[in-house]
C-alpha cells in the first residue's frame, strides 16, 4: 500500500516521537530481507517439523538424514509437482528426491530426457545403480566429469523421482549406496 504522503506529512510534522519512528522505520526496512522471507515461506508451504525430519501434507517425510545425506531445504509444490526436499552429501553430491502425482514419474523422466538433450547435455549409459536411471554428464570441461542421474519410482498413491548429481569417477562408489538409502525411504512412504 503507497504512502498517503498529506497524511504522512501531517503525522510527522504534528510529534517528533512519530518523526523518530517513521525514520527509524524507513531506514531499518531492507526490501532483499522482506524478499528472503517471503521465498523461504512459499517454499515451505504445506511442511511440518516431524520426528527426525519434516512432513509434507501430501504425505512426503523427509528425515534430516538419508545415508550420508543431510536435508538442507524443503520445496513447496508448484504446477504439476508436489513436494520436494533437497539433500547435500559427501564432496558436494546433491539430490532431490521429489514427490509427483500418481501415475506422472514416467512422463516426468521423459521431460527430463529432452530437457537434458534439447540443452546439448551428452546422454551416457553408466554402470551398476546409475544404469537404472537417465543419466547426462555435465560439466565434461574439468577434471572430474559432472554427471546427473534421474531415476523415477511408481508408488500405488504418488510417483517420485530422485536427481542426483555426483563427480565421476571420484563418487561413482557412493551412488550405489546414496540410492539404496533413499529407496529404503520410499519404501517407508508407502
Not at 42 to 53: K, P, R
Not at 161 to 188: C, H, I, K
Request: glycine residues 8%.
Amino acid at each position: 500500500m503507497p504512502f498517503n504522503r498529506p497524511l504522512l506529512k501531517k503525522l510527522v510534522l504534528g510529534s517528533p516521537t512519530l518523526l523518530t519512528l517513521v525514520c527509524a522505520a524507513t531506514l531499518s526496512f531492507d526490501p532483499a530481507v522482506a524478499v528472503a522471507q517471503d521465498m523461504q515461506s512459499q517454499e515451505s508451504v504445506g511442511w511440518q517439523a516431524d520426528v527426525d525430519g519434516m512432513r509434507h501434507f501430501s504425505g512426503l517425510r523427509c528425515p534430516d538424514e538419508v545415508g550420508a545425506f543431510f536435508r538442507t531445504k524443503v520445496l513447496a509444490s508448484d504446477g504439476d509437482r508436489m513436494a520436494a526436499c533437497i539433500y547435500t552429501g559427501n564432496d558436494g553430491m546433491s539430490a532431490v528426491l521429489r514427490q509427483h502425482l500418481a501415475g506422472t514419474g514416467q512422463a516426468t523422466a521423459t521431460s527430463f530426457l529432452e530437457n537434458y538433450k534439447n540443452a546439448g547435455f551428452q546422454r551416457v549409459t553408466l554402470s551398476g545403480p546409475a544404469s537404472e536411471g537417465i543419466s547426462f554428464k555435465t560439466r565434461p570441461w574439468t577434471a572430474s566429469v559432472l554427471c546427473e542421474t534421474l531415476w523415477y519410482f511408481d508408488g500405488p498413491k504418488a510417483d517420485y523421482t530422485l536427481w542426483m548429481a555426483y563427480g565421476l569417477p571420484s563418487q561413482e562408489a557412493e551412488v550405489g549406496p546414496a540410492l539404496d538409502a533413499f529407496v529404503r525411504l520410499l519404501n517407508r512412504q508407502i
